[in-house]
């Protein structure tokens, strides 16, 4: 019987160099393995592989030397503890995503939440050619959301309460972007300097910054042979829905404009930023 080879990538199994070999690509979602899932994939890395496995720049689990005559027992020996193949090609790729506010104290956001939902809505989707989500927690960004196709950031609204502020200073000295000054025993905020990083309300001892959580989006990020840095086409975003409307806006947009093979910034590059920015637009205003 002929191999579907292509069918093969698409479920996350890349063809070795060696023959009949591959390199399995697990499902994960933000980094997160359970110790069940681990224990499965430990099993299959001593049954059918070479006895390790190889982790990936976007938090993949990849395991090498599978037989193309174990895959459908690696299969079953993976979903006994929960895990299950990948994929690969033209289609939403894993999602990536920090640890975000439920352990980070820098956090602005809960990151895993996000990244399964975006998991459960498009990933494995078909598209002209891959795409990519990253989501990061804040400014610090140790996600690298802009090398993504869209990246996900987020950030706390600030506004400075009069009222409760003591003029301690301690915002000055947390504020990286130099946008809070204090003269003459009194606080100003220069909010077209702020980035949202949220640094001040989590360091004022009084609360006199009320905070409003949300995200910061970038598009048309690539780190490969061509590198570029994805651009903010949205305002600030302060709600779920808004979120998930402009994500779909954006898949649906390269989906509907994309030639084969074609990755998302060279879509932009050539059907015009205009474009992309009306409908993300559209969407963010409901």
Same mark, same amino acid.
């Given at each position: 019987m002929a191999v579907n080879y292509s069918e093969l990538k698409a479920g996350g199994f890349m063809r070795q *160099?060696?023959?009949n070999c591959f390199s399995m690509r697990l499902a994960t979602t933000g980094g997160q393995v359970s110790a069940k899932e681990l224990a499965?994939?430990?099993e299959v890395a001593n049954t059918y592989g070479h006895g390790y496995i190889h982790l990936t720049s976007r938090q993949g689990i990849e395991i090498p030397f599978i037989q193309l005559k174990d895959i459908e027992a690696v299969k079953e020996t993976l979903a006994k503890g929960g895990a299950r193949n990948g994929v690969c090609g033209p289609r939403v790729r894993t999602i990536t995503a920090c640890q975000g506010n439920e352990t980070c104290p820098n956090g602005c956001?809960?990151?895993q939440p996000i990244a399964k939902e975006l998991a459960e809505r498009y990933f494995?989707?078909?598209?002209?050619? *891959?795409? *990519?989500?990253?989501?990061t927690g804040c400014q610090n960004n140790c996600l690298k959301a802009e090398e993504n196709d869209l990246g996900i950031k987020g950030g706390i609204q600030v506004t400075w309460k009069e009222e409760d502020c003591i003029s301690c200073g301690v915002c000055v000295k947390a504020c990286r972007k130099g946008?809070?000054?204090l003269e003459d025993g009194k606080i100003t905020v220069d909010y077209e300097k702020c980035n949202n990083c949220g640094r001040c309300f989590f360091a004022c001892p009084t609360s006199a910054y009320a905070g409003e959580q949300g995200y910061m989006l970038s598009f048309g990020g690539l780190f490969g042979n061509t590198i570029t840095k994805g651009e903010p086409m949205v305002p600030f975003i302060k709600d779920h829905d808004t979120l998930l409307r402009v994500c779909d806006a954006c898949i649906n947009w390269f989906k509907d404009n994309a030639k084969p093979s074609e990755r998302f910034y060279f879509t932009i590059q050539r059907v015009g930023k205009d474009s992309l920015e009306k409908a993300l637009k559209e969407a963010y205003n409901g």
């Open positions: *160099k060696q023959k499965a994939i430990m956001i809960a990151t494995g989707k078909e598209l002209p050619h *891959k795409f *990519k989500f990253g989501v946008a809070i000054t």
